[in-house]
């Protein structure tokens, strides 16, 4: 089967831009992940869908990142506007059903922000 | 709240030594454990998972990890260990109740032929 597709796979902003980030999960799927992993650092959960709800978005700066799952399948990350601790790379990742569930990764997309 | 500490954040090691990365998570309840590696140039893929039962995790490629509740713990090991073996690897927990993956920080290994 086909894995979860991101794009673009780099990307590169001056602060104070927007970016968009956008994800395919593996079909069938129903939830769908999205992560920061900053150097050095383990992946962090930015926020979770199941279907085209949001289950948890705890740690989603919700001032400058916004979230939406299309009809859920594809999904979209923005960032606006940037700053510099937003260089990070971004996973998505998808699981049948629930977190427990097998979670599959993109290969992320890496933002740096100069 | 939930976190997860791996000690060694870099491991360097021989063809055939043996290898064991620390891992311990904070939370008193039913957990459920992962291990996740990362080759180079790869996607982040499942390595083994604990849920319940045997303590003793049995994975992919020769790894094993064993979950001591004892001591918050959930090793991963490897009794001998090859090249291909060099990736960043990630231990993560599900605390009961919660629903979602928390990662520690990683730890890099470097196997030399």
């Known amino acids: 089967e086909a894995g979860v597709a991101q794009s673009p796979r780099y990307k590169i902003i001056e602060k104070r831009q927007s970016v968009a980030f956008w994800c395919n999960p593996i079909?069938?799927?129903?939830?769908l992940y999205w992560y920061q992993q900053i150097l050095g650092q383990g992946p962090k959960l930015l926020i979770q869908?199941?279907?085209?709800?949001?289950?948890?978005d705890s740690q989603l700066p919700k001032d400058r990142f916004s979230a939406e799952r299309l009809k859920g399948v594809d999904s979209t990350l923005k960032i606006q506007p940037a700053k510099l601790e937003d260089s990070a790379v971004y996973l998505c990742?998808?699981?049948?059903?629930?977190?427990?569930?097998?979670?599959?990764f993109g290969p992320g997309t890496r933002l740096t922000v100069l | 709240a939930q976190s997860v500490s791996q000690h060694n954040h870099h491991v360097i090691l021989s063809e055939a030594a043996s290898l064991e990365l620390g891992c311990n998570y904070s939370?008193?309840?039913?957990?459920?454990l992962f291990w996740y590696v990362q080759y180079p140039g790869q996607h982040l893929q499942l390595l083994l998972k604990?849920?319940?039962?045997?303590?003793l995790v049995k994975g992919i490629k020769g790894f094993e990890a064993e979950f001591i509740k004892s001591k918050f713990s959930f090793n991963l090991r490897k009794p001998s260990v090859q090249w291909s073996d060099t990736a960043e690897y990630f231990c993560?927990?599900?605390?009961?109740?919660?629903?979602?993956?928390?990662f520690g920080a990683g730890t890099r290994l470097a196997v030399h032929p």
């Open positions: 079909s069938g799927h129903a939830t």
């Open positions: 604990y849920f319940s039962g045997d303590p």
């Open positions: 869908f199941q279907n085209n709800g949001v289950v948890d």
């Open positions: 990742a998808s699981s049948r059903d629930r977190a427990t569930d097998t979670q599959y």
């Open positions: 993560a927990v599900i605390a009961g109740g919660y629903n979602k993956l928390i």
């Open positions: 939370y008193g309840g039913t957990v459920n």
